[in-house]
């Protein structure tokens, strides 16, 4: 069977954070900045991947784990790009 996979492509603007980029797009910093090999802040006019995996954002609090989140540490991991979590921290579910 033919799989077809969708790719999309974003240019940072100037001033833009990997934040920012992240919660227009509905994705996880740590999935963005892993796919797209960044260690820091994006540079203004590099073309960033999004990643197909989206969903809604939520900040973690007191008692949240991978698995009540997201069902799975796999899945949280595949919405997420990381496999841990701290309170306050912003992930998709």
Known sequence: MLRLEWKQFYQVKEGQTLREIARAFCVSEFLLAGLNGLQGQPAT??????????????????????????????????????GFLYIGMRVIL
């Open 45 to 82: 006019g590099m073309v960033l991947q999004i990643p197909v995996e989206r969903g809604n954002e939520y900040i973690v609090r007191a008692g949240d784990t991978c698995e009540l989140l997201c069902g799975s540490i796999e899945n949280f991991r595949k919405k997420n790009g990381v």
